[in-house]
């Protein structure tokens, strides 16, 4: 009798362990999130948990980096303007910490040479600064490594949906190209596809009170960002490689709406410390906020998120170099977009009534 | 520490149990007693060392208390009062300080600030163990044993921080026998086959019912449909949840040669509220019964005295559930249903098994709203949703279901999905043997080595999901 439950318990290793191993190897045979290699246009992709992947293990020079601002940019038109090979990551609402994670990541792969971050004004608003990427996908070590090939996401989530989109390209099912979008390196989470873009559409969100700027609890909102801002800084090594920084073209709505909200001197204030902050090392500052296409609410879908053009437009500005902020002209393009958002708060006043 | 984590399952156990049996060794059971404290201390302080401080507080204090009741006969009510209010002032410190100021505030218009204390771990578990082993000294009912021997019956760490709430006899007999010290394959298989069934439970049944609780109770116009299946996701999530949590204590029990009470008998085929209550926590319920009820007087003062004596039960149920009003009316109503019922007395019986058991499921049904809900205006917005007639639209499912794990499947999917896994679960929670029946009848066959095993292995899979158990907040 105990012969035969010591063989029951001795079963019960032998078999989990048969199960472990077994999953372990058909999960590094797809490796979905991209930790031992990539692989294009073959598995649905999730910015958060294919990130470290591609960063460690795909081909590129260049590494953008940044928030829902970032997504949208075309590969293409940065390959052809940059003479470069880029990696684009867009996590939306992406914060200081996994910036610094990311980042760091990346130093350790030795990959990139040049890094674009964009500069989100609500990364240094936040008080949340909790990662979401999951640790095991961040660290390199044998447990790490069992953990993701055995982990909850790879196997009730993705595996099934890559199983799902091969049987279905087997079956000689045309998907939308929404679904072949989200299969692609070059475009992931772009979400160009998924949104309409214009006046009305932005105007109907704003007094609707849909995708508009969120609520900025503006209680010590400088201190709080200035301190953020350090913190942001210290996630950089400025000797691994080139690096730019740059703001996103917001809309002049979202400044009447900072105006509004009582925000906008400290947002200006806070750029202001950035700017100087990092112009002690050797990078490049691009602050397109007060473009004029700024003023058009034609290229926004709400009062921050712009159409791919104007990320295309973004591009040929880096190629070309222009909108460049220094210590020197940062007066100036303040005054430029105070002037902007006056002009346009004229224009829409009665939305502001 | 928590039982479902890769550290507890892959380091700490197995290390705990080869330490334990390698200690055997010894004729003197000393040495593996001090290491099963060493290692339950480590279990409880793994988060947060200061919670320490406080268990080691309270037990020394417990046991200094107890032996003066048992020695000082003139004094020992004396010292069991004092033995109460140290209890009951820690737990009201750490659980309801801030409760009863928010409420000082609100009904004097002052404004005392709060402290934002944080709960320490399984403080009302193993408070509770320890009040009443005071009691029972005091009645004579047990000795004080070595210090030893009480620490272990406060700190064994499958037991410690969500129960089952073990009595000092039912234990302390366990951990004298000589027998249980050595190694047992019968038991062992057995904890083994138990631990898989509550983790499984946990790691995979309960924490993804728990995503759908989670976008539920955030949600607001919520429709028929929704509001039913955000009710019964919770329903289930908190059985499979805490059934898991005590699987998994009993299992690991009985790898240490323990035998830990069970605490769920399939509470939801229950045909009324006194019988819910008799198959749910049912150790919580025989504390409370001893320690409560009966002290109130029990059934022995009247009707009227029963049914108040019944109700304050509930009430103090309610309370030690957590620290807030929601709490409180959700132990009000169940002691409301559990008078009326005592009022009805066996004309209820009169009403079909299947209707009674379907109206028991529906009444605590809304009542887990209230207990799971922030507030009651969520708990409204909920209740509202099952009521809402106006809207049978299923379309709200996708937004309960919400994007997991990144991906946000298409609605059609994820109605099926979240339907599918309802119904089945329901089923399963009427229809299927529950884990102590499955234990009882446990024998080491290929058929439950298949359903251990697969268990397991699907469970540690689940196991990257970041959770918490729900009891460990009570």
Known sequence: ?353 | MVFSSYIFILLFLPLVIVGYYFLSIFKNSIYQKIFLIAASLFFYGYYNVKYLLLIVISIIVNYIVAIWIQEKKLHAKIFLVLGILFNVGLIGYFKYYDFFIENVNVIFGTDFLLKNLLLPLGISFFTFQQLSFLVSIYKKEEKVENLCDYVLFVTFFPQLVAGPIVLYSEMITQFKDEKRRVFNAENFAAGIYMFSIGLFKKAVLADTLAEFVSNGFGMVDIGFVAGWIIALSYTLQIYFDFSGYSDMAIGLGRMFNINIPFNFLSPYKAESITDFWKRWHITLGRALSTYIYIPLGGNRKGIIRTCINLFMTFFVSGLWHGAAWTFVLWGMLHGTFRVLEYLMGKRLEKIPHSVRVTMTFFIVNALWVLFRAENFTQAIEVYKGMLNLGNLGINQLDMVVGVSGGINFPLVIDIVYIMAMVILLLIVVFRFRNSVTRLQEFVASKRELLVASLAFAVAMLCLSRESIFIYFNF
């Open chain 1, 1 to 353: 009798m105990n012969k035969k439950i010591k063989k029951w318990i001795v079963s019960f290793v032998g078999i989990v362990l048969s199960i472990m191993l077994i999953l372990s190897t058909i999960a590094y045979s797809i490796d979905p999130f991209f930790q031992f290699r990539t692989k294009d246009d073959s598995y649905m992709l999730s910015g958060w948990f294919v990130s470290s992947g591609l960063i460690k293990n795909y081909d590129y020079d260049m590494l953008i980096l940044g928030s829902s601002m970032t997504q949208n940019f075309d590969m293409d038109v940065i390959r052809e303007e940059l003479k470069v090979n880029p990696l684009h990551i867009g996590l939306g609402g992406i914060n200081s910490r996994e910036i610094g994670e990311l980042i760091g990541l990346a130093y350790e792969t030795g990959n990139a040479e040049k890094f674009f971050v964009g500069v989100d004004m609500s990364i240094f608003t936040t008080d949340t600064n909790e990662s979401r990427i999951p640790s095991y996908l961040l660290k390199d070590d044998m447990l790490s490594k069992f953990r993701y090939l055995l982990s909850y996401e790879v196997w009730f989530r993705y595996i099934p949906v890559d199983i799902a989109f091969m049987m279905l390209d087997g079956l000689g099912v045309e998907l939308p190209i929404k679904f072949e979008y989200s299969k692609s390196i070059d475009k992931l989470e772009d979400w160009s596809l998924d949104y309409s873009f214009g006046e009305e559409i932005v105007l109907a969100n704003y007094i609707g009170g849909k995708y508009a700027v969120s609520n900025v609890n503006t209680d010590d909102l400088y201190s709080r960002m200035v301190k953020n801002i350090d913190n942001f800084i210290a996630n950089f090594d400025f000797e691994k490689g080139e690096h730019v920084f740059f703001f996103p073209p917001y809309s002049s709505l979202y400044w009447c709406n900072a105006q509004e909200q009582g925000y906008f001197d400290m947002y200006m204030q806070a750029k202001e410390y950035f700017v100087n902050n990092v112009s002690e090392y050797d990078v490049k500052v691009y602050d397109f906020q007060y473009a004029e296409l700024t003023t058009n609410l034609d290229n926004y879908r709400d009062t921050s998120h712009y159409s791919s053009e104007v990320n295309d437009w973004m591009v040929k500005c880096f190629a070309s170099q222009e909108y460049i902020v220094t210590k020197e002209n940062l007066d100036m393009n303040k005054e430029i977009l105070t002037t902007n958002t006056n002009a346009f708060r004229k224009k829409y006043a009665k939305l502001f009534e």
